[in-house]
């Protein structure tokens, strides 16, 4: 098969899929009446449009370490340039989980990635797999040195995180001008194929239980808790406990390296895990094992969707066990109903990939045409998120001067095999969440004339994915994504995340993941702030003024109101106070951190799909 040289963006609508062109020209002017490289992603965008200016960002190069340059240096600010920027961790720290896992044996010219992520780089098996630990850019933040969660400068304890969440991050709404709800929901799709934490256990294995029967705090919170408790005076929630275990780490597997890495479930690769499944198991039992495809269950009129969970009410929030309850590579599938109708687009595009494939190549066997046909699919995925969603998080400009936009032509020969494509900490506990604000707490199902017929409430389905397959709601609900104006990128949050998330039929209360986005950096060791300053080139503050240049004064005086330093800060809360860099929805770390993950993500990755003199190569 000859190189794919113009992708096509994916809108899959009933069993059809429409196909636009959509080539990248990052590279050089862009050419009159070429059909808009984001449409997908921006609602009523003018063909003449000046979101994507600017990007300011410095003349720095990225590195792993000062005696291994890459060929073509990016100018990510300051991640890997030693000289403008402190705190960059050494190679042989960043990878200093490798030593918890066994090192897989490797066949150097299979033209297709495991299943697990791993071989994908050959000097460094584990890198990116499934199953084994995130990786840090950043010196860990513990307390003790190995996982007890940092305190403040004074020795006290941080302030409740909660308490911070009330008062800096609230609800309003304010709606994105250009970007519609697929930026968050493509978002999620990435976030769910690239990490995955495990919950902390119980000492005879089973779920872990943080708060008492009647949800007050135990008077001894149970070891593997985060210490979340709801101040007296909290403005809404009735309950005084959010049960919330830590994430497990290296310790829980019997390594003890210190400080702890967090064990990662998913591979950290953009590879349609959520899709194929991250381990052999979950990828049979999702395979029929006949001309390539993947399994479904018919829907009405005959259409495919995903295939049932044996017993629906142990996954999903439904009263019989035959209710549409979906099965899928990743586990978090049905957490609402716009995750599953992406997973099933997804699937139909494989089995749709497969069909033709057979038509072209009748002689290929079953095994052929589902790894084809899923090679194929990830390339797509990757060039949808590279010309696509990246410029549209990131900045057009930006991800230009970095590298990350798809070549227009020709085979791109960077890959870097020193360079670790794992999943860091920095991103998955605090920079990608900053997201969040983009949820809006309602879904639009919308019409094929383009007007809202109903909108759901997002904490009324959760866990109920049954709302899919509803008269024509898989339809609506991808019209809906289309037209529906995202939440825009700020401090405030529907209550629907910040009261209400997962809130089961019987219950009032739900978890706060503002609160829980808070107390997941200092569960993983993230430091402060201020470190994050110094890692992407900007001063260290020494006082709450210094924050001004980044952070308006009305959010820096309620940063000073909550805490004791400004080397207390949590990076988290105040990078989402950040004034955002021109063309991008983050302000200047946030920026920094996520462009620096899907910088790896690319070049760190031996099959990305532009990638030639590789086995993989198309």
């Known amino acids: 098969m000859k190189r794919i040289i113009v992708l096509l963006s994916l809108v899959c609508v009933s069993n059809t899929c429409t196909f636009h062109e959509n080539e990248e020209t990052g590279l050089k002017p862009v050419k009159k009446n070429q059909p808009e490289p984001h449409s997908i992603f921006i609602k009523n965008t003018p ?39 402190f705190g960059m961790l050494k190679p042989i720290e960043i990878d200093l989980a490798d ?69 800096l991050f609230l609800d309003m709404d304010k709606p994105a001008p250009e970007h519609n709800v697929l930026v968050t929901q493509f978002g999620q799709m990435i976030a769910h194929d690239t990490e995955l934490a495990f919950p902390k256990l119980s000492g005879n294995g089973g779920k872990l239980e943080c708060c008492n029967l009647d949800g007050t705090t135990p008077r001894f919170l149970p070891k593997g808790c985060l210490p979340i408790t709801i101040p007296q005076d909290d403005p809404g929630s ?20 210190q400080p702890v890495r967090q064990l990662i479930g998913v591979t950290s690769f953009i590879d349609g895990s959520a899709l194929y499944g991250s381990d052999d198991v979950t990828s049979r039992s999702l395979r029929t094992f006949n001309n ?6 018919s829907g009405p009129n005959g259409k495919s969707y995903l295939p049932n969970v044996k017993k629906s009410t142990q996954s999903c929030n439904v009263l019989t066990d035959n209710t549409v309850c979906y099965t899928s590579g990743d586990p978090r599938v049905n957490q609402h109903p716009n995750m599953a109708v992406n997973t099933i687009s997804l699937l139909r595009l494989h089995n749709i990939i497969c069909d033709e494939f057979k038509r072209l190549n009748p002689a290929w066997n079953d095994e052929k045409l589902y790894q084809e046909a899923r090679r194929l699919l990830i390339a797509m995925y990757q060039h949808i998120t590279y010309n696509e ?52 707490g309602s879904m639009d199902l919308v019409s094929e004339s383009r007007k809202t017929t109903s909108t759901l409430r997002l904490s009324d389905v959760f866990l109920r994915p049954d709302i899919v397959q509803n008269k024509d709601n898989y339809d609506s609900l991808i019209r809906g994504m289309l037209t529906q104006h995202a939440q825009g990128q700020d401090q405030f949050f529907t209550t629907e995340i910040t009261e209400f998330l997962f809130k089961t039929p019987n219950k ?51 940063l000073a109101s909550i805490y004791e330093h400004v080397d207390d800060i949590d990076y988290y809360a105040a990078a989402t106070l950040e004034k955002q860099k021109p063309g991008s929805i983050f302000g200047h770390t946030f920026q920094c951190i996520i462009g620096e993950m899907f910088f790896r993500w690319k070049f760190g990755d031996r099959f990305y799909y532009e990638f030639g003199n590789q086995p993989s190569s198309f």
């Open 508 to 558: 009032t209360d739900g978890v706060d993941l503002i609160t829980l986005d808070l107390e997941r950096g200092r569960d993983f060791g993230e430091p402060s702030y201020n470190k994050f300053r110094q890692l992407c080139g900007l001063k260290a503050a020494k006082t709450f003024s210094d924050l001004t240049d980044q952070i308006s004064k009305k959010n820096v005086d309620a």
């Open 292 to 297: 390539g495809k993947l399994k479904i269950q």
């Open 47 to 85: 063909k003449k449009n000046n979101f994507f200016r600017g990007g300011g960002t410095q003349n720095l190069t990225m590195r792993d370490e000062p005696a291994v340059l890459d060929p073509k240096p990016a100018k990510i600010p300051s991640l890997m340039n030693t000289s403008n920027a």
């Open 389 to 440: 969603f990246v410029p549209v998080i990131l900045g057009r400009d930006y991800s230009r001067e970095n590298r990350l936009l798809p070549l227009s032509q020709g085979f791109d020969n960077n890959y870097n095999e020193i360079l670790n494509p794992t999943t860091f900490t920095s991103f998955t506990a605090a920079a990608y969440r900053a997201l969040h604000s983009y949820i809006q």
């Open 99 to 167: 030593r918890c896992f066994p090192q897989p044996k490797c066949n150097p010219i299979l033209p297709f990635r495991t299943i697990d992520g791993s071989c994908n780089n050959l000097q460094f098996p584990v890198w990116g797999q499934a199953n084994t630990a995130n990786t840090r850019i950043i010196e860990a933040n513990y307390f003790d040195g190995k996982s007890q969660q940092r305190k403040a400068i004074s020795g006290r304890e941080l302030p409740n995180s909660r308490h911070i969440r009330t008062k």
């Open 238 to 257: 009735k309950k005084r406990c959010m049960s919330i275990p830590r994430a497990a780490d290296t310790s829980d597997i019997g390594c003890q390296i």
